[in-house]
């Protein structure tokens, strides 16, 4: 579909999230020609900045991002600024004489795109300002994409959404997951849908768990403050690894459209045995890196308790009882100072029975594994077993790689790049829907409280190690391991 003309009025045009990603995805959207002459944005934010102030800065980030800048002294031409209070009126009543103006200027069909990308305190009240002081009154389309954290738990997301409901539709809002933009987790439905060699196997009889691991390098950074209130139960599982999982869990969709996609994710999110407070220990553990070479620990960070109770690992156990999947473990992994920065999901497919070729002395035979890569490296790799070359009847283990090789990579969409897209377009498959937030907040917020009643012996992994041993034990009681990180 084409991407109709629009005018796009981002909050937080001042911001870190509209620096790095928002200004260079709308810029390679133009060079791609998916922008047409049609479009213009609006930035706000607090600043007394003016239109000059604002298109240099928007040019500065484009250029901090590519080497490529045709045509960018003409992209900026299409950027507004407006100074902004999100709880005065009067604000509005600005943004709404320029967006009018605009409107016809462009030829933008009263399209709108608000785009949230500010503290979440905030979606609130602008969703019911953009409605109350008339800016959603237009012929076309008024779409309201929001950034995360879609709440902190199910009863602030209840009332979150509840606010927003109050002017938007469930089909005009886009809740961005900016996992749900990458390439490789779009793939997933690729691999598992459109090849006779995988579906048919996935399941319980073939498949004996799943590992899902999304690990960083870095510490918490300067962002103290925020994590504090967050940890990596909601900065990261009950978003982005939640939303794997359904992804690699659900029944195939009847079509293609939005709709039918996201009611089998739903489905999925449906069928994940729940958790009690007696249970969560038995499902989920936590940790909290100390210190390391060079490295402060989480506690001795800036903003950040001396006492922090505050998780920056997690690993989990899914299960999920229904037919497909009774039995089989999803493990899930996600922590700040590991040794690797990485994303990427391994199958484990089940032994074969009565394996002739299975020599005790024989280190190097391993079960069949699908590696899906989705970063840095983007690719997919099988573990098969073959025959060693020469007389004796060894096997020897053989991967077959697909990788995106770099000129793919680089033409490959940035995550952001495909999602404005998408919300441009009115294509909500990416983003998530009401249901699943609120399904996903109710599973996590059964651990969250249990770790909140019960103080954790924390720290209990050096920084630039691979997380506490009672993850490892998570799956040892189970009878597996970890694949490594690399
Ligand atoms: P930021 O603090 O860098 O920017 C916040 C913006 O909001 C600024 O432009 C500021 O001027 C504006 N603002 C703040 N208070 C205001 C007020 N009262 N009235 C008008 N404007 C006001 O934040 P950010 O890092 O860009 O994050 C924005 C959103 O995106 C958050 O919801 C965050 O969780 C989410 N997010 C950010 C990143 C990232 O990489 N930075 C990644 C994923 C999600």
Redesign the pocket.
Known sequence: TETPAALTIL???????????LYPSLYRLYRKGHLSSGFAVIG????EWDNDIFREHVKKSVMESTNIQDQIDEFISHFYYLP????DSNSYAELRTLANELDSKYSLGGNRLFY?????E?FGTIAEHLKLDGLTDTEGFGRLVI???FGHDLPSAQELNAQIRRSFDEKDIYR?D?YLGKEMVQNIETIRFANALFEPLWNSRYISNIQITSSETLGVEERGG?YETSGALKDMVQNHMLQMVALLAMEPPISLQDDDIRSEKVRAFRSMRPLTLETVNDYFVRGQYGPGDHVPGYREEINVDPDSNTETYVAGKVMFDNFRWAGVPFYIRTGKRMPLKSTKIVVQFKDIPMNLYYRPDDQEMEPNLLVIHIQPEEGITLHLNAKKSGRQLQTTPVKLSYANNGEDIMNTPEAYEKLIHDAMRGDSTNFTHWDEVALSWSFVDVIAEAWRNEKAAFPNYPAGTKGPKAADELLEKDGFFWWPLN
């Open positions: 909050f937080g045009a001042t911001g870190d999230l509209a620096k790095r990603k706000t934010a607090r600043r902004h209070d999100v709880s949230l990308a500010m503290a979440p905030f950034e995360k954290p961005i900016h925020y």
